[in-house]
């Protein structure tokens, strides 16, 4: 039986994109839409319908429509997917995510979205130099980059930046922070570049900047962001008051998540285990059957682990109250040893300024 008690959101993912990104390693596919959004759309709502042992009678805390690039979807097969979610809804007010590139930014696809119930988008500019979004492989230019941010001036939304790009500078990251201070964005979603195995940067020979040149870069984002009304509540996340994920922040305090869509992963608790499964990645096989696949019950270290690798991104930490799971005595015992080491927070659950600083090493307490 599981606990009802524990939050729940819903991902969906929509898997295409027209360019593979040599940086990304999530699962897309750049064949053209064709009219496949419909049939994708009709699949997941059967996803969604079959899986009603996982929400378990739960209202969905937030929705996000992230992939790929979901707004190369139609308007109308979004509509299709939040129609058959609208009465499971938290409150009329729940967040409501979709993921844009710059390029597909129109006042007329806004408006659709904001119309069929979107209420907030993630905007992928990654950079406003064109010199680092030719690095990066992107498809958009700085203009329209710049375009795409002012049309979402008044609008509820994020934008993701990365840093440590091939070629870039602390002053052209500067710039890049200034363009979105300017912009009266309210969040910024902040990552280094990471090369991943399965991804075309990972078989090239990339001449990053070195360690110096990222770290005057992280200072740089501090100053900056709390300068201009930011402030940093997880790991890669900077908002304004009122205007954190509340998506990304039910990840984090370890709330359930259901994945729909090819290649989705998701998260769900009952009274003895954790399980994480994911959907099968190619997407005429999803539409045809959303099997899940790697169904994996988490225990014990690994258990511990997870709870730490999520829990501790939060910046300023966690009371218990505020946990939808008991912590496990492991857990417990290893956390105290992290206090002792002035790593972790005694009162609440969280990384010190020192264990945060230094947060992969403190989390291996938990290993």
């Excluded at 958009?140 to 934008?159: G, W």
């Excluded at 930046?161 to 902040?190: A, D, M, R, W």
């Amino acid at each position: 039986m599981l606990l009802n008690k524990i939050p729940l959101s819903l991902y969906v993912h929509l898997p295409w994109c027209e360019t593979q990104c040599p940086y990304c390693d999530f699962s897309i596919t750049t064949e053209p839409v064709d009219g496949n959004d419909a049939r994708l759309a009709e699949a997941i709502v059967k996803d969604i319908k079959h899986s009603s042992d996982f929400i378990a009678g739960r209202k969905f805390k937030s929705v996000y429509f992230g992939g790929g690039t979901p707004s190369l979807a139609s308007t109308q097969s979004i509509k299709q997917i939040l129609d058959s979610v609208r009465d499971r809804l938290e409150s009329s007010e729940t967040e409501i995510t979709l993921e844009m590139n710059p390029n597909d930014v129109s006042e007329k696809k806004v408006e659709g979205l904001l119309g069929v119930g979107i209420n907030r988008i993630s905007l992928g500019i990654q950079s406003y130099s064109d010199q680092e979004l030719q690095a990066l492989g992107r498809n958009h230019d700085r203009k329209s980059a710049i375009q795409a941010t002012k049309k979402l001036k008044d609008i509820n939304s994020t934008i993701d930046l990365i840093y440590g790009i091939e070629k870039q500078t602390p002053e052209s990251f500067t710039e890049n922070l200034e363009t979105i201070i300017n912009s009266n964005v309210n969040h910024l979603s902040l990552y280094q570049l990471t090369i991943e195995p399965n991804t075309i940067f990972y078989k090239k020979e990339l001449v990053l900047p070195g360690e110096e040149a990222i770290e005057k870069m992280e200072v740089i984002a501090k100053d900056l962001l709390e300068k201009n009304g930011f402030q940093q509540y997880e790991v890669s996340s900077w908002s304004k008051p009122g205007h954190e994920s509340q998506h990304n922040l039910n990840y984090w305090q370890f709330g359930d998540f259901l994945g729909v869509g090819p290649g989705s992963h998701s998260k769900i608790s009952n009274k003895q285990e954790i399980i994480r499964y994911r959907k099968i990645k190619p997407l005429e096989g999803y539409i045809q059957n959303q099997k899940l696949a790697d169904l994996k019950t988490i225990a014990g270290n690994e258990l511990d682990m997870d709870l730490a690798m999520n829990l501790l991104r939060i910046k300023d930490g966690l009371q218990h109250q505020d946990l939808a799971i008991d912590l496990p005595a492991s857990f417990l015992k290893k956390y105290q040893r992290g206090v002792d080491e002035g790593l972790l927070l005694k009162d609440k659950i969280g990384a010190t300024q020192k264990g945060y600083q230094f947060l992969n090493e403190t989390i291996q307490l938990f290993f």
